[in-house]
């Protein structure tokens, strides 16, 4: 059977880290892409479905010859990397993030095809461009990072030139769910629920329709099949850690926590004939 686990007397009310510590990690989550990499990892290694997620995001776009796009919460560019050779040569692209460090790394990641591409720190609640200024908005996993979606969505809306097509992805509320369950039964005292949640009830497949509709007068959702099966108990745990900070003051594991949980996650993973399955949920909001 089993091992019984225990969080070695640790708790969320114990030890070093306090409120103005976790307060600080959601400053620190998008600083570097250190954390944000460790979740990519994950989904890039141990997908079953062979045919990117990064590549399905393109396939959705429509392909204009000529298009002026705007990217929010671009992260490190990777939407744009995986697809270098698919872009139409006359597309002009404004990748934006609210972290410096995050465009960093897409400059560095993109700087094969600068010439093509802006950079620039932006806050999708006050978007900084005339009504009308693009062709394509995308919003790639990040609405639900948006704390007054109605007035980001707005301003989405009003830089949309008529004709224009907003593609936001998201993920359902079932999505990573085994990840959940292990570390509650690991931790029963973790803020996962409350931290991964949020995110779901903030912005998901499950409500996204509702919170687009009252800005755009066609929104479609298209789902995007796969789940993950995972042979590496390091990839799991580094994901799990990744996500202190992600909602602010939410620290779902201690980072003293994670050698013990390692243990836990091999134990299952022995017991599981040496891998993982994790179900995923994800999508895109396709609206105009």
């Not at 990892?41 to 796009?69: G, I």
């Not at 593609?167 to 005292?189: I, L």
């Not at 912005?203 to 800005?215: A, C, K």
Request: hydrophobic residues 40%; glycine residues 8%.
């Amino acid at each position: 059977m089993p091992r019984r686990w225990n969080n070695g007397g640790l708790n969320r009310r114990q030890g070093v880290w306090s409120m103005e510590n976790k307060g600080k990690l959601q400053q620190a989550q998008y600083a570097d892409p250190g954390k944000f990499n460790a979740r990519i990892y994950l989904h890039r290694k141990f997908s079953t479905n062979p045919y990117p997620w990064p590549c399905w995001v393109f396939d959705q776009f429509m392909k204009k010859e000529q298009a002026s796009v705007l990217e929010l919460g671009g992260g490190n560019g990777l939407l744009w990397t995986v697809n270098a050779q698919r872009i139409p040569a006359l597309w002009d692209i404004t990748v934006t993030d609210l972290s410096a460090g995050m465009l960093e790394d897409a400059k560095s990641n993109l700087q094969s095809a600068s010439d093509r591409f802006r950079f620039e720190a932006m806050d999708a609640g006050n978007i900084p461009y005339p009504d009308g200024a693009f062709d394509i908005v995308i919003a790639n996993h990040m609405l639900y990072h948006v704390g007054d979606r109605g007035r980001a969505l707005a301003e989405i809306r009003r830089v949309l030139k008529p004709g224009g097509v907003f593609y936001a992805s998201t993920v359902g509320s079932r999505n990573m769910m085994e990840m959940k369950e292990w570390v509650q039964d690991f931790n029963p005292e973790s803020n996962y629920t409350d931290a991964l949640g949020s995110i779901e009830n903030r912005f998901s497949l499950d409500n996204g329709q509702e919170q687009l509709s009252p800005f755009f007068e066609q929104v479609q959702l298209r789902l995007y099949e796969d789940s993950l099966l995972v042979t590496e108990p390091e990839a799991i745990v580094n994901y799990v850690l990744s996500l202190n900070g992600l909602v602010s003051e939410r620290l779902v594991m201690d980072p003293r926590l994670a050698d013990r949980f390692k243990e836990y996650i091999e134990e299952k993973m022995t017991l599981s004939g040496g891998k993982l399955h994790i179900q995923k949920s994800s999508g895109m909001f396709v609206s105009m």
